[in-house]
């Protein structure tokens, strides 16, 4: 389980909770800190893969994603490529070819609609050469992105 804290008013970061026993205990660890005044409205992202389970947050107007290692109770992040304004709302999803497909929202904000852009990535975690960006996320809205049978990826927004 992913989450972001509240603590002290400026304490937002994102805590990675583990459970080995089937929910009966959690070992957590904090993946990203960030202190900010205020409600940053975000969404955090799972998707199993051949390679082991994905997730993705925001943090400081940039979307991360990574394998989580199960072992260590840590993730290494990874940040979605180029430079991008206000990304926010990650979604991800992952095919029987290993490739992994990394959607975000860019602009958004409090009643404000924005963009949408995605990123796949190869079965070694490399960029590949999918990728894009398209207006018309409305407001109040979230990404979502899927694997179909034949490996082929589906946005939804």
């Not at 796949?120 to 207006?135: C, F, I, L, S, W």
């Amino acid at each position: 389980m992913l989450y972001r804290s509240a603590t002290d008013i400026v304490h937002r970061d994102i805590y990675l909770l583990i459970s080995r026993d089937h929910g009966e205990s959690f070992a957590g660890s904090d993946i990203s800190p960030w202190n900010v005044g205020y409600c940053v409205m975000s969404s955090e992202s799972f998707a199993d893969s051949s390679a082991g389970v994905l997730a993705a947050w925001e943090t400081e107007k940039q979307v991360y994603f990574g394998q989580i290692n199960p072992d260590r109770g840590r993730i290494t992040p990874a940040t979605a490529p180029g430079a991008g304004g206000n990304r926010k709302y990650p979604a991800l999803a992952a095919n029987a070819k290993g490739e992994t497909l990394l959607v975000w929202t860019e602009g958004m904000g409090w009643k404000k609609g924005g963009s949408l852009a995605w990123q796949v990535y190869d079965e070694h975690g490399q960029p590949a050469q999918d990728r894009g960006k398209t207006e018309g996320v409305p407001a109040w809205s979230l990404v979502a992105a899927f694997a179909g049978p034949d490996g082929r990826f589906t946005i939804v927004y």
